[in-house]
């Protein structure tokens, strides 16, 4: 690496490394403040409190990180514009593309970085750090956050287990169907239930009907309890369904989704959020791509202007963000495009600006 190259990395990090901790820091408190009545209502003890934000660090570090680097950038390259130290490199007969490449180089390694991290790092921090906030702080609506609606789940013979609802906690279910099907997939039996409860290591079902299909006939027999036994579903298999996708990593994501689609469910709102575990890591990369050939032409303004403008395209970066995301969950937009789409506007964007930059 030549000097040059650690100079610019070395102004550019000193700036992510003072964002990230302040950034992490006014979130914390913001977030403590808000929290606080909670907390001293419950008698949160302190070493919980501790636990509480070091488990939210990653999720918070991946959230603000894209901010501090396009801070970083603009800070950065727009100080050195301001110091004619730019006029100087191109003088010397360096292009903007070679001036700026080492921050190319260090976006895509971050977005590496915050790839591995938000599959390695950040699902057991958030499902550590929402059973501390569960356990202590919202214990009101504990029986709602264990109550699953409309669950369906198949298990290892075939059979597909539906239900209105389901509450882990009690380990019981409510409207029950349970459907068998032959290797054409044609329903040739079903059991109907009132509802069905874990009991001594196996289900109970009340107050239903099996029904048999055979050569276009059905017959129907009532029951006021019976065993469910021969199935390989169990009631921990029901708490994948109560995990966010920031829980899960990108491969208990996938599976998830491949389990949805095999049960006969719309994967889509999964899938946008599959698709995200690789978009944001990347905004890394691209809004480095943005912003640093916005910030190379000598204008006027201080740190006041650029902080501005690093709040200014991150409101519109994640606003593109969230409203692409709820369109995708809804329907309106493919999976794909939904993740993707403030990505692909802000990658044009910027080499719409570094082609029209001065080089």
């Known amino acids: ?85 730019l006029v100087a490199m191109k003088a010397s007969g360096l292009s903007l593309y070679r001036i700026l490449a080492p921050l190319f180089v260090f976006g895509f390694l971050v977005s590496l970085f915050a790839w591995g991290f938000g599959e390695f790092v950040l699902p057991g921090a958030s499902e550590r750090y929402n059973y501390l906030r569960d356990e202590y702080l919202e214990k009101h609506r504990e029986a709602w956050r264990k109550r699953i609606l409309n669950p369906i789940l198949r298990d290892d013979t075939g059979k597909l287990l539906s239900m209105r609802d389901f509450h882990t906690a009690q380990k019981s279910g409510n409207l029950v169907s349970i459907r068998r099907f032959d290797e054409n997939e044609n329903l040739i039996g079903r059991i109907d239930a009132r509802r069905i409860e874990w ?124 409203t692409t995301q709820t369109m995708g969950h809804s329907g309106l937009l493919p999976p794909l495009l939904a993740a993707w789409a403030a990505n692909i506007v802000f990658a044009i964007a910027g080499l719409f600006v570094l082609m029209r930059t001065s080089k």
């Open 199 to 322: 009991q001594d290591s196996v289900w109970i079902l009340y107050d239903g009907y099996e029904r048999i299909f055979k050569q276009g006939e059905e017959i129907a027999v009532p029951f006021a309890k019976r065993k469910f036994n021969k199935t390989s579903i169990k009631p921990q298999d029901f708490d994948q369904l109560l995990k966010n996708p920031e829980e899960m990593s990108f491969k208990e994501l996938k599976a998830f989704i491949e389990e949805v689609k095999r049960n006969g469910g719309d994967a889509d709102r999964w899938l946008v959020d599959l698709y995200l575990k690789t978009a944001i890591p990347l905004a890394n990369f691209i809004i480095i791509l943005f912003g640093a050939p916005l910030s190379s032409p000598k204008r006027r303004g201080g740190m006041a202007t650029g902080f501005g403008v690093s709040l200014v395209i991150c409101f519109v970066y994640f606003g593109i963000v969230k």
């Open 1 to 85: 690496m030549k000097i040059l190259d650690r100079y610019i990395l070395g102004r550019f990090t000193a700036i992510l490394l003072f964002a990230l901790v302040a950034f992490i820091s006014i979130f914390i408190i913001v977030d403590l403040i808000e929290k606080l009545d909670d907390l001293l209502k419950q008698k949160v003890a302190f070493f919980i409190i501790i636990k509480l934000y070091l488990f939210s660090l990653p999720y918070i570090i991946v959230l603000t990180l894209p901010v501090a680097m396009l801070l970083s950038s603009l800070f950065s390259v727009g100080n050195m514009a301001r110091q004619n130290e």
